[in-house]
């Protein structure tokens, strides 16, 4: 890394990082699930895991946006010694720092399926949709900024995630064709002119 540069990651890569594998983890656990007739019966089980995963999507897709939109209004422009991480680094990163917790939230999905079939993997499934809505939330406002928002990758947490934690104390910017990810943390369809 050049003199004077930070590493830099994007931040709504690392909020979309867990979208799927909570989503897919959830789909499976619910579909899993729903074979088991549980304590409550499945038509009970499936009502409840609807409710389940419309409370997560709402509130994992609003949670800490103030924060967010703070970091965001004070992002400073970022150097030219900064680094910036790609796209599968960050992803990767996550997602090796989540795997246990991953784990754990896939097995006790499946195990709540025993007393309310499919509610457990429906609430995954919830928290993964809801981090994708977050994530496109952010990407909404990059284009309305014409600048993508960065964070430095040592003020994430030591899994890859948190990127509006308390350690984080503010945002990088740079123009909106930087790095390999488009407004919302996707792949870029296309190239990007720079």
Known sequence: MARGGQGLARVAVVVRAGAAPLWWLGVF????????????GRRIGVMAGAALFLLAL???????????????????????HDVL???AVTV?????????????AFVAALGSAFA?????????????AG????AAWLGRRERAGDALLWVRVDWLDRRGGRPAGKAV???RGTGIAAGDAAPGGARRRTAALV
């Open 29 to 40: 656990a619910a579909g899993i699930g729903v074979l088991v007739p549980g304590i409550t």
């Open 58 to 80: 709402a509130f994992v897709a609003v949670r800490r946006r103030g924060r967010y939109a703070d970091l965001a209004r004070s992002a400073a422009r970022a150097g030219k």
């Open 85 to 87: 991480q790609d796209r």
């Open 92 to 104: 990767r990163n996550w997602r090796r720092g989540h795997r246990w917790w991953l784990l754990l």
């Open 116 to 128: 309310v079939p499919a509610a457990g993997g429906m609430l995954l499934a919830g928290c993964g």
């Open 131 to 134: 981090l994708r809505l977050k």
């Open 169 to 171: 104390k503010a945002y």
